[in-house]
């Protein structure tokens, strides 16, 4: 049986994101995500933090630690992205998630300091059908 | 290589990669299970707080991947908590692999200690002898000693009562 979600990239920003990680911080993203995958309200997910406030969209943060430093990754759910943005059509039994920015973060501080406004912005873009979607294979035999 | 392939590579060949691979492990199945724990069996962080004699922000931080070093003391006082056991043992990386692949944090649901008929059965001792013989003695000594903790105590309880009448 497939886990209720599935993630998706907002276009290879994500992978290039995470081929820059140290191999623990990788191996918790991955393990963030496989166990997220499973539980059915985000609200449950491990590493949910919360949604931003003031922001046009729904984006919610989520959160870890590795190798002692933190690190954030903004996404959103797929209730209102254009079809196009979509390689494939998508079936209705299954949830998805879109991840759009990912940084780290201390005392309050994200790097990149843009983070945030560039989730909203690439947000936007999905929205109106400006930009590809891949989806992120969560890598069970690792 | 297949992404798969060059992580194997590296945890055999680097014990910093395979101390890695385990704390991320690690960092979100323990905040998994604690929370899937505090959840089903307290309504809030507080109140798992107050059974465990810790903080409702150390619970907090206790939910979140990476967010605190646990050990074993803590491990225990919170399995005290939600009455029930803790295992902790070593295991090939395919073991942990497949833990991880299995686990589930909507259904992961250990039974409380009372909940646990296995645990808290009484064992078939048989009838207590009114004269009892070092033989039977060392016999029911033996069958003790293949019952959990719990019961073993409150039976050799009984046993110290029939040897000082």
């Known amino acids: ?142 | 290589m297949s992404e798969r392939l060059t992580r194997i590579s590296k945890l055999r060949q680097s014990r910093v990669s395979r101390a890695s691979y385990i704390r991320a492990k690690l960092s979100v199945l323990i905040p998994s299970q604690i929370r899937a724990l505090r959840q089903k069996l307290f309504e809030t962080q507080t109140a798992l707080g107050k059974e465990a004699e810790m903080k409702q922000s150390r619970i907090s931080a206790m939910e979140r991947p990476g967010a605190v070093q646990f050990n074993i003391e803590t491990l225990v006082r919170l399995a005290s908590a939600f009455k029930i056991g803790l295992i902790i043992k070593f295991v090939p990386f395919s073991e942990m692999l497949r833990w991880e692949n299995d686990f589930n944090q909507d259904t992961f649901n250990p039974v409380a200690i009372d909940d646990d008929a296995e645990f808290i059965a009484e064992p078939d001792l048989g009838p207590i002898p009114s004269l009892a013989s070092g033989e039977v003695l060392a016999e029911r000594q033996q069958n003790l000693g293949s019952c959990e903790p719990i019961v073993r105590g409150a039976a050799s309880e009984l046993m110290q009562t029939q040897l000082t009448h």
Request: proline share 5%.
């Open chain 1, 1 to 142: 049986m497939y886990p209720p979600w599935t993630f998706w990239d907002f276009g290879e920003v994500i992978e290039d994101w995470y081929r820059l990680l140290s191999e623990e911080a990788q191996d918790a993203f991955n393990s963030i995500l496989k166990n997220s995958a499973k539980v059915e309200r985000h609200g449950d997910w491990v590493a949910f933090k919360r949604f931003l406030k003031g922001m046009s969209q729904p984006i919610w943060e989520l959160e870890f630690t590795a190798d002692r430093r933190q690190y954030r990754v903004f996404g959103m759910f797929a209730s209102g992205v254009h079809p196009d943005c979509w390689p494939y059509p998508l079936t209705s039994t299954r949830k998805h998630v879109i991840l759009l920015v990912g940084c780290y973060h201390k005392q309050k501080v994200y790097t990149p300091s843009d983070s945030i406004s560039t989730a909203e912005r690439r947000a936007k873009m999905l929205k109106e059908g400006r930009a590809l979607l891949h989806e992120r294979k969560v890598n069970a035999n690792i």
